[in-house]
């Protein structure tokens, strides 16, 4: 098991021999540090003063190891309990070894692999042997490395800030540089956190230009590319960083409500009841489906299978096969009394939020009905689920938490003053859009912790949007909505502040920033519901 190692003396930067070498052991509260020769010095001065004990140490030489082991045993058993715990003392130092100089190089460092910033900064202090290990190994860059691939907000950043290619490049930069952008990348994750709460926000917008009917009904967005659904039958593609529509794809004969789309596929719903396949590279449709009898208002795909949801009152539950063309309806779930406004499912459970102020829980293998949610007052248009997890917003103006397992109401958020009409969440916020324009950002941990007052957990309201909001997604730097005044709004949280520009070790100056509209990850599926206030 690894120990934090913890700073030590004033010299502990000096080098070590092979002949001089410090003792060192590292226990749960420290490295310590000892010279075994130290503490035998006024013992040999005794025994020079003592013949017949400088005869006795003679003699013991020139046994045999076990022999030697065999005497120190029998003279222990006569000793007092006090004189085993000075024989402790005294042994505690040839006990000691510095592993890490001891073993060979592959294998210390892969062991200093697993330290921590804090853990790997202190370790740099031991002793020069260390340090020399930790650099040559490009022991800041494997732990920048390791968060990039384990951390999502670390690979982000390093995608939008632009210092993500140099971290797979170590022959192109000095060991320090690593060292000296770990803290950069943290500051800038804290700073960009605090924009959530405070601090000026950047705002990008997209004008979509309908000529009929204005409104954006659902988007979703990736690295390069926003698709959204609207009002006017079709589906736009819009490049993310110069914001222009690249791609219009036409099919449908009504509004476009609700859409997810992955590397290969976009699938829409409409108001004219079908459900339709397209091709994300060409744009061309491949495949229809009819099945719901009203406009489809919702839908999700993920691992194989596809839920659908309808102003017709039923669910449908499809299997999605090896191609688009390969799309079956699997089973119809009938069980709400007005139109099923969203679905959102995983392995375990289907569920549904209705305009009838229910939501259904079904098995999602067995497809039959688990449990009913109820406490709104009024129909239900958004919800997500995720883990035990169920956020919804609703027609009376509030956000409900549940427990989908339980189905208890966990908590209650006020604060719209009309419809909630879209929800997402993630492990740390929720962010909500209303009919009334506003988008709130609310502190996750906050709302389930009953201790904490409404007051606290309402972190910013944004005013931006001149009509209904429809939709939003967003992840640790921003937020991207759409909504009825024909717009689609990018409200970018990542620090104004260049923390990279003063690097003095990076050949050919500072790290170059990516357009700050790049370098986004895809989201989970965007999908939307049919607008009308009827269906809630």
């Known amino acids: 098991k690894l120990i934090k190692l913890q700073p030590v003396s004033s010299g502990i930067n000096a080098e070590y021999g092979e002949n001089n070498v410090r003792q060192m052991v590292v226990t ?9 020769s130290t503490g035998n010095d006024e013992s040999a001065k005794k025994r020079k003063s003592d013949p017949d004990m400088e005869e006795l140490l003679d003699n013991f030489r020139g046994w045999e190891e076990v022999a030697q082991t065999d005497f120190v045993k029998d003279l222990l058993a006569e000793m007092r309990h006090q004189q085993h715990l000075s024989i402790d003392q005294a042994l505690r130092p040839y006990l000691m070894r510095d592993f890490i100089s001891s073993l ?8 200093l692999s697993f330290l921590d910033a804090t853990s790997l900064c202190n370790a740099e202090r031991v002793s020069k042997r260390w340090r020399s290990i930790i650099t040559n190994g490009h022991l800041w860059r494997r732990l ?6 384990t951390i999502e907000i670390w690979r982000r950043c390093g995608k939008r800030r632009g ?3 140099q971290i797979y490049r170590p022959a192109d930069y000095p060991c320090e540089f690593y ?3 770990y803290p950069k990348i943290v500051q800038d994750l804290k700073m960009s956190n605090s924009m959530w709460k405070e601090g000026e926000v950047n705002l990008r917008k997209i004008d979509c230009a309908s000529h009929d009917s204005k409104g954006v009904y659902c988007l979703q967005y990736d690295d390069e590319k926003i698709v959204s659904g609207l009002r006017d039958n079709t ?14 794809l036409t099919g449908h004969t009504g509004s476009v409500l609700c859409m997810q789309y992955n590397e290969d596929i976009i699938i829409t719903g409409s108001s004219d009841a079908s459900i339709r396949v397209w091709d994300v590279r060409t744009g061309e449709q491949v495949s229809m489906l009819i099945h719901h009898c009203d406009a489809v208002l919702h839908l999700r795909f993920q691992d194989g299978l596809m839920v659908s949801c309808s102003k017709d009152r039923t669910i449908a539950v499809w299997t999605m096969g090896n191609s688009p063309q390969s799309i079956v309806m699997k089973h119809a779930l009938v069980g709400h009394r007005a139109a099923v406004n969203v679905v959102d499912f995983d392995k375990k459970y289907i569920v549904s939020a209705s305009g009838d102020r229910t939501i259904k829980v079904w098995g999602t293998e067995s497809c039959e009905f688990v449990r009913t949610l109820s406490g709104h007052t009024r129909g239900i248009a958004c919800l997500q689920y995720h883990g035990n997890l169920v956020v919804s917003g609703s027609s009376d103006c509030t956000i409900k938490l549940w427990d989908v397992e339980v189905g208890v109401i966990l908590r209650s958020l006020e604060g719209h003053d009309e419809l909630v009409r879209c929800i997402r969440f993630d492990a740390h916020r929720i962010v909500s859009g209303a009919y009334d324009g506003r ?3 609310w502190d996750l941990k906050a709302a389930l912790d009953p201790r ?5 957990i309402c972190v910013r309201t944004i005013s931006e949007h001149k009509g209904r909001v429809f939709r939003l997604q967003f992840d640790e730097f921003q937020i991207v909505s759409s909504s009825h005044d024909d717009t689609i709004v990018i409200f970018d949280f990542l620090s104004p502040h260049d923390y990279y520009s003063d690097f003095k070790c990076l050949h050919g100056g500072s790290p170059a920033l990516i357009s700050e509209c790049s370098g986004l990850s895809r989201l989970d599926s965007a999908n939307s519901l049919d607008s009308l206030d009827s269906t809630c």
């Open 179 to 181: 060292k000296e952008l």
């Open 452 to 456: 904490c007052s409404l007051n606290s």
């Open 163 to 165: 210092w993500l290619h």
């Open 104 to 111: 060979p190089v592959y294998v210390s460092e892969h062991i």
């Open 28 to 36: 749960r509260s420290g490295t310590v540090f000892t010279n075994p």
């Open 439 to 441: 988008i709130k950002v």
């Open 144 to 149: 920048i490395v390791n968060n990039v691939n």
């Open 235 to 248: 589906i736009k593609i819009w490049d993310l960083r110069t914001l222009k529509n690249t791609k219009t």
